[in-house]
């Protein structure tokens, strides 16, 4: 079921998808192997490296391939989720009110 669900968002997830963090999980779990790696990482590209990704799990007999695949956008996606709160816990939005409150308005408000 995941297999197809990939092969219908597969524009989605080539434009999305950042592949050097994926390769490593999927590495990691025995998903893909070291040549593979390797041919995945020759590809200067990084639309065709996701592209012959997706082909290569779409050939593989793997039977997990897609259920580790799902797994580790979803730690890509916790890794951004706390990159984000990372930049919105930084201490700007006290200096850019600072910047604004210093600048006179005509109303007097902002």
Known sequence: MLKLKF????????RSLSVPNVMDFLFQESVISAADMHHLQMQNDARQQCRSLLTLLHMSEHPQAFV???LAIKDEARQLQSLADCIEQLNV???VQERSASKPTSSGTF
């Open 7 to 14: 092969q219908k968002l597969q524009v989605e997830i080539v």
């Open 68 to 70: 580790k695949l799902y």
């Open 93 to 95: 939005n006290g200096q």
